[in-house]
């Protein structure tokens, strides 16, 4: 496809999840990106989350990596490739393929991980290359693999619009996956017996539309699912037709999980025996049951377990592979799945093959025609960098992540970086804190400009297609490893003209001696030319030569046919049954969960260049319940150190009946870039599950004091601040510039000499007033008619309207703005909007919650129609929902 800059909409996918809307974008003439969604694709039908929506904000090339770097000067593509090739070339001659690694991304396109895969597997002869799937699926990969044979994922969306039961577990649907959540709840407006059992410790926005929340401790897991088989034996509910037919192992696990009685599972859990016997009724009762599971289950050391202790009841049950039925391990990358596919972790070989089979190596090596082929494991993530810290790996490539924010221990992973003899980053923006890390800097292609195949959540193939001409140098990641690969001697193999050939060799290879023997078989697709690659339609897998290809309705097990050797499934019988969940041992620990924000995307490096999103939440946080911040003595908006034995984290406080006592929830998204000490994964330990190497990522046992701040403070800059000196900062885009949250430890000498640092201008520039009484000071500096940035310090969290504050920086007229930026409280003369809702339409929610009190709205529709917050993407209706949940709570009470 042409990308030259046109005026026609494309079709593609969004950047983001693994729910994988299609989208139609379409560039302007004044060079903006008019964003829809495609009514025609069948995962969203048209709908679009808060991020999908704002990706057009996320375009522009400012902090684009736009050229090649060789310790961090210019260097020319020819200059960096062959130092890449080089160094990677004569390390392996040294020292072995085993010294090397790779580190990819569920972000990167199929064709780009194909070839990374088939470098490293098939020509290089090491299994070292992982991914941040390892975070992320692994734990639902091996127990697919335990359990089915294969790594598949049964069933597709329509089975949760079509279930009377859905059971989601460990997944913050609404945030996390909005646009399936919003197909559900649709489907259970329509549909109300449809049932919605939560479990999650936290009761997050999803559970605005469960019908049951159960506030599991976290890891009783295995045990509320090895408490339910054991129950669904007891009482009949057992498809012995199936289990016979089809399963093996049901005895034994019967005989492992039979000491799970509901007291038991209740000790295990921290749930009442009640709410436990409700739901296992329920579920017994209810024949179309979909249970979907995401990180609160995989991201466990014992995530394996947990997913065998779901599939279980699936298998027992019998629903499986039916309408409305099925364990549903939900992807969270837009390419996790693809990833799979092509084998791209570093215990799987390639299109669903294992590399411990000497059989699926050869055909591999032969279909390649490689001079080698891996013929062990790789290196998993986390023993990936350990091996760099200690040396045994001494050239790594990474792709498309960002470890040093993202990896458990991620001090530690910094560190290996920095003594590794080589690193090289391939990233499409020139600032992480990976890229700190670099000797050689690859700037690759973006969302917008990358061209080729990402695979969802339920199997479906979707064409991502450029609509924008690639900036400075960048160049595609596929175009880059292979490159790299004819430099290292591998011409004949890495020949690729384009990303068709490349999904042309993987679609053969998928079919290359299967004949039905392994799930993942796209032969149908073998052959496209690059027309018909362009115009590829979204399909699901299985899409076989020969035999019966995918359609809506296709799913997998109804009748068996797994891919044990056997086509038998197994019942897994966890690891330990004298299941204990974690709790914090001494008082004064709590329990660390991480997860995600509704309007960031990980480590923020797209979503954190839009105001809009960035208005939802603009600071890290950590949320605690009520009972712990009295017993610990800190307040709302206060801020906090929170410390593990690995390191530790800065954060503001904010209470809530939603977190679990004894827990505390930090945000994976702050990084070095935006904050003084965000990092959260900084303080995990990276501990995994002895079977996936997944880390345990949602419990860490911390402490958390409060953080004595001499001076709390609050900035909008015109330009980017300067933010050395500062022991806690925050940093946000506000529309025309920059928002910024402040502290410092020890007095201030001379707080305008700080103010002159953060704004950029000479001390001479500024406006200042000191409240002497208060002990607070306000800066403000204009550049004629323009502010260019004002300043609140204060010995108390500052308050000002943020919203009020940042629309300064955009205001024509500051003449009378002037006195009320240096006057008192900023904004007090109007309604302060509060922190945003509603992304699309910016509603702040005190204007929500006025509406709601004044009773000019009342429900989630009436406020679309007044205020338009929640009527278009519809991401915040469930907060919106909560919020007037919430109005009528305090009216009632
Ligand atoms: N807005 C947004 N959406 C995203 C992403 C993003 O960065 N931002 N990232 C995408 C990616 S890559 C992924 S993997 C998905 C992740 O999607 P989710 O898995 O839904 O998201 P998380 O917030 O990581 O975790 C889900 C929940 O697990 C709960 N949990 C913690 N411990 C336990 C436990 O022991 N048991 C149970 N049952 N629950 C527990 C947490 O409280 C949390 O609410 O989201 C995808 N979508
Ligand atoms: N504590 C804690 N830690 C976690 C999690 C958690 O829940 N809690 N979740 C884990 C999970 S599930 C995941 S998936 C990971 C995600 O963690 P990461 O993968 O580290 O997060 P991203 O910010 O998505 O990193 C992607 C990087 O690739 C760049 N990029 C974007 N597109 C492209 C491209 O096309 N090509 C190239 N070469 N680069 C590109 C981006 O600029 C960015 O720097 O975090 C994991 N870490
Ligand atoms: S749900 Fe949102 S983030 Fe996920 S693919 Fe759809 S639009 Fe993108
Ligand atoms: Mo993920």
Known sequence: MDAAQTTKTVRTTCAYCGVGCGILATPQPDGSVAIQGDPDHPANFGRLCSKGSALGETLGLDGRLLHPTIDGERASWDEALGRVAETFSRTIAEHGPDSVAFYVSGQLLTEDYYVANKLMKGFIGSGNIDTNSRLCMASSVA???????????????????????????????????????????????????????????????????????????????TALFSGLLRHLAAVGAVDQSYVEAYTDGFEEVIGAVGQMTVAQVAEATGLKPHAIASFYELFARTEKVVTVYSQGVNQSVQGTDKVNAIINCHLATGRIGRPGMGPFSITGQPNAMGGREVGGMANMLAAHMAIEDAGHRRIVQDFWASPTIADKPGLKAVEMFQAVADGRIKAIWIMGTNPVVSMPDADAVAQALGQCPFVVVSDVVAKTDTMAYAHVALPAAAWGEK???????????????????????????????????????????????????????????????????????????????????????????????????????????????????????????????????????????????????????????????????????????????????????????????????????????????????????????????????????????????????????????????????????????????????????????????????AAVAAELDDPTALAERLMGVARSAILSYHDVSGGAYRFAAFDGERLLGAFWLSRSPVIVSRSWASERLGAEHLARDRFRLLAGRGGADRPDPGATVCSCFSVGVNEITAAVVSGKAVTVGAIGELLKAGSNCGSCRSEIKGIIDGVELKHSA
């Open 143 to 221: 127990g697919h693999r335990r359990a089915f044979g294969s790594d598949t994922v049964p069933g597709t969306y329509e089975d949760l619009e079509q279930a009377d039961l859905v059971v989601l577990v460990g997944s913050n649907l609404a945030w996390c996956h909005p646009v399936i959540y919003q197909r559900l709840a649709a489907a259970k407006a329509e549909r109300p017996q449809l049932q919605v059992v939560l479990i999650d410790p936290r009761r997050t926005m999803t559970a605005d539309i469960a019908d049951m929340h159960l506030a599991i401790a976290s890891d009783g897991d």
């Open 451 to 741: 061209d080729g195949t990402v695979t969802n959540s339920e199997r479906r193939i979707s064409r991502q297609r450029p609509f924008l001409p690639l900036p400075g140098e960048a160049r595609p990641d596929w175009a880059i490893v292979t490159e790299i690969a004819r430099r290292m001697g591998f011409d004949a193999a890495f020949a690729y003209q384009s990303p068709a050939e490349i999904f042309d060799e993987h679609a053969r290879l998928s079919a290359e001696a299967n004949a039905g023997t392994r799930d993942f078989d796209i032969g149908a697709l073998a052959g496209l030319d690059r027309a018909a690659f362009d115009t590829l339609s979204p399909v699901q897998w299985p899409q076989p030569a020969t035999g019966e290809k995918a359609t809506a309705d296709t799913r997998f097990f109804a009748e068996g046919r797994f891919y044990h050797p056997d086509r038998r499934a197994r019942f897994v019988a966890p690891a330990q049954t004298d299941l204990q969940s974690q709790t914090p041992g001494e008082a004064k620990t709590l329990l660390l969960n991480t997860g995600r924000v509704r309007d960031h995307w990980h480590t923020m490096t797209r979503t954190g260049l839009s105001a809009r999103l960035s208005a939802h939440i603009a600071e890290p946080y950590a949320e605690l319940h009520p009972k712990d911040a009295e017993r610990l003595g800190v307040n709302e908006a206060d801020l906090v150190t929170v410390a593990s034995d690995r390191g530790e984290a800065i954060l503001r406080v904010l209470v809530s009946e939603r977190q679990k006592p004894g827990s505390v929830f930090v945000p994976m998204h702050w990084t070095s870039q935006n904050s003084a000490k965000g990092r959260v994964d900084a303080l995990i330990d990276a501990a995994t599950d002895p079977i996936s190497g997944q880390p345990g990522l949602k419990s860490t046992a911390v402490t958390l004091r409060r953080f004595a701040a001499a001076w709390y403070g609050f900035a909008v800059t015109a330009k980017r601040p300067v933010t050395n000196g500062l022991d806690y900062f925050s940093l946000a885009r506000a529309e025309r510039g920059f928002r910024l949250e």
